[in-house]
């Protein structure tokens, strides 16, 4: 199994990435993970307490959880992917089944800061984008699909996320093979045919 990593900040673009992928790969066996799923389960905390975490820092990460079931499906089982949810920051009960694909793509922000995850991927990209950009993009999502209020994601991206992306972020770029640039959209053949090369 050949493992891609995709990393970059928050609203560098990793989803629309992953699903052009998906769509030219439709017909290959491969499999896609977000480490969004494998935040901590905090349920011993109250909601109060959950939303006040600092959820962009390697610490809000099941890294251990992440890491052996990557190492379990390079053994060939299948695993129990964690669903987790956003609006209660939650694990709920319900896992979702992967079966060991030829090519695992796993994309989060913070995968490349551990380094155990790190040395079992096999091919890391980053995606680089302006912060003006990525703000934007994270407005917009949030408002839209997690129900947030403008403002508060602005502040929240300037008191916290950028800092974060400075910090934990940014510095990982040494560690990628691939760094892209999503200003705009981006040309993701040599994500393709790195993807068809080791699909075989």
């Not at 052009?20 to 066996?29: N, P, V």
Request: with cysteine; proline share 3%.
């Amino acid at each position: 199994m050949f493992v891609i990593g995709i990393t970059g900040g928050t609203g560098s673009g990793k989803t629309t990435i992953i699903n052009r992928i998906i769509k030219e790969t439709y017909d290959l066996d491969i499999n896609f993970i977000s480490s969004d799923s494998y935040y901590k389960d905090n349920s011993n905390l109250s909601f109060s307490e959950r939303d006040k975490l600092n959820y962009d820092e390697p610490n809000a990460m099941d890294f251990d959880l992440l890491t052996s079931q990557i190492k379990d499906l390079k053994k060939g089982k299948s695993i129990n992917i964690p669903v987790y949810c956003f609006n209660t920051h939650l694990r709920l009960k319900k896992t979702v089944k992967c079966h060991p694909p030829k090519i695992l793509v796993i994309e989060g922000i913070l995968i490349l800061n551990d380094k155990k995850l790190r040395e079992i991927i096999d091919y890391n990209i980053f995606l680089d984008c302006p912060k003006e950009i990525r703000m934007s993009r994270r407005i917009s999502r949030d408002t839209e699909e997690r129900g947030r209020k403008k403002n508060d994601i602005i502040d929240l991206f300037h008191n916290l996320l950028n800092e974060m992306h400075k910090k934990w972020v940014e510095p990982i770029k040494k560690h990628c093979d691939l760094i892209l640039d999503t200003s705009e959209k981006s040309n993701i053949n040599q994500i393709l045919n790195i993807i068809l090369k080791n699909s075989h």
